[in-house]
């Protein structure tokens, strides 16, 4: 008798770890796969889960999804920025996980209000100007970049990406459509040049002189000064003395939600819930030199070296709710 329940608890145990071995989720991630896999790599080594993953850009990633249906192997979408998100969510590609960890991981601010999904890593969409030609105290909102003493003086990256569609959104949001439209015309008044196809060409042109200050997510001033320390170039955190709702750095997220169609709904859930965990947040965040989302977790050296802030507490998804407004009213003042 003793030998039969011997004989089927082993049974039952070897079921349980073929089962875990066989466990697998598939990930469809906007974000490269140096960033991720050492993630991946991670979670199945203290899993044995095992990831698969495609990368791509979010739109045909996005696309891929809705022609797959409830065909489709992917059980969670990454992506960069809220209103990638945002609209995930609204073209039903995600479902909403109930989760208490992730609630509890997950600041309110940095997730999807009907929780379909979670900010993983933030960035801080923030100042970067010339030290040797402009004062700190010159500096002290976005806002104020559109006043006459910056004529000449700014440098912007494209209106064509996502960044700085969310910041306007974010804008918006915050004064009001005619409010944030004057904004932005007086940006557009201001530039120095063309908009720049990415962040660190902006920096570059203000450390080169041709302008004074830019406005940039952190991670990308981070990367520019490991290369070339000597550049006379400083992150200036603005909107700190505001007392209204407008208050604080305008953040975003990159984050990720369980598929409307996930075939292992339970084990992507579990995945997540890891990604937000004390333990994977420093290595989810310091692969791009991003602050960590869970506030429990300390963000790298590095990064923590550029200061604290005030970050605007409003939900990331209104990055994504006003993202077509935004568009066009960058669209209307001129800014390509």
Same mark, same amino acid.
């Given at each position: ?8 608890l ?41 990831i698969?993953?495609v990368?791509?850009k979010?739109?045909? %990633?996005? #696309?891929? /999804?809705?022609? &797959?249906?409830?065909?489709?192997? $992917? ?8 209103? =990638?998100l945002?609209?995930?969510?609204q ?32 960035r ?42 969310? %910041?306007? #959104?974010? /804008?918006?949001? &915050?004064?009001?459509?005619?409010? $944030? ?8 008044? =201001? ?43 400083a ?5 700190q ?9 305008h ?5 990720a ?80």
């Amino acid at each position: 008798m003793k030998s039969w329940k011997s004989f089927a608890l082993a049974t039952l145990l070897l079921g349980s770890l073929q089962n875990a071995l066989a466990e697998e989720v598939v990930v469809y991630s906007a974000r490269n796969e140096q960033l991720i896999k050492p993630l991946f790599d991670a979670y199945t080594k203290e899993t044995g889960v095992q990831i698969k993953f495609v990368t791509d850009k979010e739109g045909p %990633l996005m #696309a891929r /999804l809705k022609a &797959e249906g409830r065909n489709t192997p $992917a059980d969670v979408f990454m992506t960069v920025d809220a209103g =990638n998100l945002w609209q995930a969510a609204q073209e039903d590609l995600l479902q909403p996980v109930n989760s208490k960890v992730l609630g509890g991981n997950v600041p309110e601010h940095l997730r999807d209000p009907g929780n379909e999904w979670f900010g993983l890593s933030v960035r801080a969409r923030t100042l970067v100007y010339n030290t040797a030609r402009v004062k700190p105290g010159e500096l002290t909102t976005y806002e104020d970049l559109a006043s006459p003493k910056w004529k000449g003086r700014l440098c912007l990256r494209t209106a064509k990406k996502v960044y700085n569609q969310s %910041l306007v #959104a974010m /804008l918006m949001h &915050e004064y009001g459509e005619d409010k $944030a439209e004057q904004v932005v015309k007086g940006w557009v008044a =201001n530039l120095a040049t063309d908009p720049f196809p990415d962040d660190t060409k902006a920096m570059e042109a203000v450390a080169a002189g041709l302008c004074d200050v830019t406005v940039v997510n952190t991670y990308y001033f981070g990367r520019l000064m490991e290369k070339k320390a000597n550049l006379p170039l400083a992150i200036f955190w603005p909107n700190q003395a505001l007392k209204n709702k407008a208050a604080g750095v305008h953040v975003n997220v990159s984050g990720a939600g369980v598929t409307r169609h996930a075939k292992h709904p339970a084990a992507a859930i579990r995945l997540l819930e890891w990604l937000s965990s004390d333990k994977a947040q420093n290595l989810y965040a310091d692969v791009n030199l991003e602050f960590p989302a869970n506030p429990r977790v300390k963000p790298d050296a590095v990064v923590a070296a550029w200061g604290t802030f005030k970050p605007n507490l409003i939900n990331v998804a209104q990055a994504g709710a006003l993202q077509a407004k935004a568009v066009m009213l960058m669209d209307r003042v001129g800014y390509k």
